[in-house]
Nanobody, 118 residues
Framework: QVQLVESGGGLVQPGGSLRLSCAAS????????MGWYRQAPGKQRELVAV???????NFADSVKGRFTISRDNAKNTVCLQMNSLKPEDTAVYYC????????????WGQGTQVTVSS
């Protein structure tokens, strides 16, 4: 069983920056994808960014050029650096780990609130 602990959310003014971190307990296979999703009030949860163990990344169009994602395979951590934040980035951000061994496995963090407001 993998447990995910997130940190780094908070309140920031438009144009500001925040860094989210997520630490996964237990061992992860090299095929595990780690990433961040977000859910704003009244909206569906959406992909923000994911990263493979080899460093291949994928970003939502809305955050390209503003957010970066990084991963430490040895520590099983993933970070999301968010720059030039906009009010529309306000959401609960969730860390996710997914991989397949005999079955598909998916784990979510508890979520951390990010609020962008003046």
């Amino acid at each position: 069983q993998v447990q995910l602990v997130e940190s780094g959310g908070g309140l920031v003014q438009p144009g500001g920056s925040l860094r989210l971190s997520c630490a996964a307990s237990g061992s992860l296979p090299s095929t595990a994808l780690m990433g961040w999703y977000r859910q704003a009030p009244g909206k569906q949860r959406e992909l923000v960014a994911v990263i493979s163990s080899g460093g291949i990344t994928n970003f939502a169009d809305s955050v390209k050029g503003r957010f970066t994602i990084s991963r430490d395979n040895a520590k099983n951590t993933v970070c999301l650096q968010m720059n030039s934040l906009k009010p529309e980035d306000t959401a609960v951000y969730y860390c996710r780990v997914a991989y397949r061994d005999f079955v598909f496995r998916e784990f979510w963090g508890q979520g951390t609130q990010v609020t962008v407001s003046s």
